[in-house]
């Protein structure tokens, strides 16, 4: 059952509570440069990103934020939340440039740095006096990259004494999650709002993250903040991909987590948006959120017509993706549709009960019939060589008549 959280409202976008679990993602622009900036932000969007961070690391980044924000109210895009992400001088730029304090939709700090070098926390304190000012939410955002040493070393030295110390990794973990949780703390009694606050505890290796939010998870039960989920680094590809998926997937599994980012490094000219995708791939799997039908098909073996189911399946997806803009607007459910493409005898019937519609093709040595299945009941048999083209056909009328 998912952790109930505090509720806040972003620029229009519910996170935490039983809000839908929100999808982020990050530029990776020259934020000075604000055109090249807002278009970033815009693409994003487009492909659902529903809240959208931008680095503010000096400056010409700081100054830049409001013409950001109006170039996106001016192309339609007002309703998008902008984060201003601060490391090391984030008091300083949001106090010098009020304008883009007040723009901002929501600042992220990092405790490990936000009073680099300092035994004190006024840098940390000034950030939340400016978000006060503001009415703008904070997330505090701990990552193992940049604990605070003096506090990772009294928390060592604390372990050494004990009569079963933990290990190093675990000490980093406890770390860590102490870290986000005295923040967050100290965030209130400076009188930051509970629900106003969002935590995360983001490492690069999957065990370890998910022990992260593990912990934090039991430490706050009984004073719950929103959750942000992510890895630091996932790293490119299919590796970025895989250790992303298998890391949120277990913690939503157990609850835990109110918005999501899955951070890959894209290759040279490739698109930001990937990681976008990525996670309503990923939400939508697991049955959290709905954003196109979804079509199931067989990854093929010695049994099928390979060419053939293949190429049916790769059909539908590119079918649906045509349609889907005008689907959404005429049919505001088809986006929970279940399609199922199967290849042969074994498993393509029963597959096929199980979705809203599907065919089985027919394997190597099976007679040249498809049978087709709505809502799990037989249909009918498609046969000769325009069976792609018929069973299009199909998919369209099912849709017309189901959610109309």
């Known amino acids: 059952m998912r952790l109930k959280t505090p509720k806040v409202t972003i620029r229009g976008i519910e996170m935490g509570g039983t809000s839908p679990i929100v999808i982020q993602s990050m530029t990776n622009t020259d934020t000075a440069d604000a055109k090249a900036t807002a278009t970033q932000c815009m693409e994003l ?30 192309s339609g895009y007002a309703s998008l939340p902008l984060v201003g992400d601060f490391h090391f001088n984030g008091h300083k730029l ?3 440039y009020p304008k883009c304090a007040e723009t901002l939709d929501k600042y992220r700090i990092n405790p ?8 004190e926390n006024k840098n940390f304190e000034e950030i939340i006096a400016i978000a006060m000012e503001n009415d703008k939410p904070v997330r505090i955002g701990a990552n193992w990259g940049s604990i605070d040493q003096r506090f990772l070393t009294e928390m060592m030295n604390k372990n050494a004494k004990m009569i079963k110390p933990k290990s190093d990794k675990e000490v980093i973990i406890d770390t860590l999650v102490e870290s986000a949780l005295r923040s967050a703390e100290n965030g209130e009694k400076l009188g930051l709002k509970n629900n106003k606050i969002v935590l995360s505890v983001k ?6 993250v998910i022990a992260a939010y593990e912990l934090l998870h039991q430490r706050m039960r009984e004073h719950p903040y929103i959750l942000h989920l992510g890895l630091t680094e996932a790293g490119s590809g299919m590796q970025g991909l895989i250790a992303s998926s298998a890391a949120l997937a277990v913690l939503l599994n157990k609850g835990i987590g109110d918005t999501i980012r899955i951070s890959l490094t894209p290759k040279p000219g490739e698109s930001r948006s990937r990681e976008v995708e990525a996670c309503k791939i990923l939400l939508q799997s697991m049955g959290y959120r709905h954003f196109k039908p979804q079509v199931t098909s067989c990854p093929g073996c010695g049994r099928t017509e390979s060419d053939f189911f293949q190429d049916l399946a790769q059909q539908v997806n590119r079918h649906i993706a045509k349609k889907m803009a005008e689907w959404k607007k005429k049919y505001p459910r088809v986006a929970e549709m279940k399609v199922a493409v199967m ?7 029963g597959e096929s009960k199980h979705a809203d519609i599907a065919i089985s093709l027919p394997g190597k040595m099976e ?17 000769g060589e325009k069976i792609p083209e018929q069973f299009i ?12």
């Open 45 to 74: 969007s487009d492909k659902g990103s529903e809240i959208v961070r931008i680095t503010v690391n000096n400056e010409q980044a700081a100054k830049a934020v409001p013409k950001i924000r109006q170039l996106l109210d001016d």
């Open 94 to 96: 949001l106090r010098e």
């Open 343 to 349: 290849g042969c005898i074994v498993n393509g019937p």
């Open 393 to 404: 056909k199909l998919l369209e009328k099912f849709v017309k008549s189901c959610y109309s």
């Open 112 to 119: 490990g740095n936000s009073d680099y070098g300092s035994t």
């Open 203 to 208: 490492m690069s290796v999957v065990p370890d």
């Open 367 to 383: 007679a040249a019939i498809a049978p087709t299945y709505i809502q799990g009941k037989f249909h009918k048999n498609l046969t």
